[in-house]
């Protein structure tokens, strides 16, 4: 089902939100700067694929390859989503670096 317009535009903020929400916490509490831009494609994976983690270790030929399968047929619209959910990782590392520079000893 193809999304509408409101629908995309809702769902881009929310992803770039909620994502830059999860980075800037994780990064914060952890003291790391990147850690949650590195984990992100391990998310991508598990939102995409319908393939249980455990099919990976025991029948890795299979879920790579309905993996590479569910990643071809992302339409336009859901690689838009989920690439402003990585920006979202991205500006959180920025913002945590720029912050520490700063002085912020919280950060």
């Not at 769902?11 to 830059?20: G, H, N, Q, R």
């Not at 030929?61 to 690439?83: M, Q, R, Y």
């Amino acid at each position: 089902m193809p999304f509408s317009l409101p629908q995309l535009i809702i769902s881009i903020l929310l992803f770039a939100v909620v994502f830059f929400g999860i980075g800037f916490i994780v990064n914060m509490l952890l003291k790391t700067t990147w850690l949650i831009a590195i984990l992100y494609p391990i998310f991508i994976i598990l939102i995409v694929d319908h393939v249980s983690v455990l099919d990976y270790f025991t029948h890795t030929s299979k879920a790579l390859a309905d993996l590479g399968t569910s990643f071809v047929h992302l339409k336009t619209a859901d690689i838009v989503v989920l690439s402003m959910g990585f920006v979202g990782t991205i500006i959180a590392g920025i913002t945590i670096k720029t912050l520490r520079k700063r002085g912020y000893t919280m950060f």
